[in-house]
Nanobody
Framework: VQLQASGGGLVQTGDSLSLSCAASGRTLSVHAVAWFRQAPGKEREFVATIGWSGGATKYADSLRGRLTISRDNAENTVYLRMDSLKPEDTAVYYC????????????????WGQGTQVTVSS
């Protein structure tokens, strides 16, 4: 599975942004998909994940309430909507796919996209 993350950009505090993770090569519907982020000098951290059918989701506790993860298996795409963005949300956002249900650790995912930069100005 090849993953392509997109939708990042420069936004202001309080804005919303939607990221997309498009898959090619194989269907995404058999994989759980997650978003992680990595800020400069920090470890990659879990953001959100969604199960194969889209019926189950899990969010990082610190981000819960500002995120919505969804998927369209017909389009082979997973989305992440982020609301009320803060400067501390600035990071490279990566999408990943893997076989484990609602996993939150990067090593539990087999396939990774290249990342998309999100920068939130104050």
């Amino acid at each position: 599975v090849q993953l392509q993350a997109s939708g990042g950009g420069l936004v202001q505090t309080g804005d919303s942004l939607s990221l997309s993770c498009a898959a090619s090569g194989r269907t995404l519907s058999v994989h759980a998909v997650a978003w992680f982020r990595q800020a400069p000098g920090k470890e990659r951290e879990f953001v959100a994940t969604i199960g194969w059918s889209g019926g189950a989701t899990k969010y990082a506790d610190s981000l819960r309430g500002r995120l919505t993860i969804s998927r369209d298996n017909a389009e082979n795409t997973v989305y992440l909507r982020m609301d009320s963005l803060k400067p501390e949300d600035t990071a490279v956002y990566y999408c990943a796919a893997g076989p484990l249900y609602l996993a939150t650790i990067p090593t539990q995912y087999n396939y990774w996209g290249q990342g998309t930069q999100v920068t939130v100005s104050s």
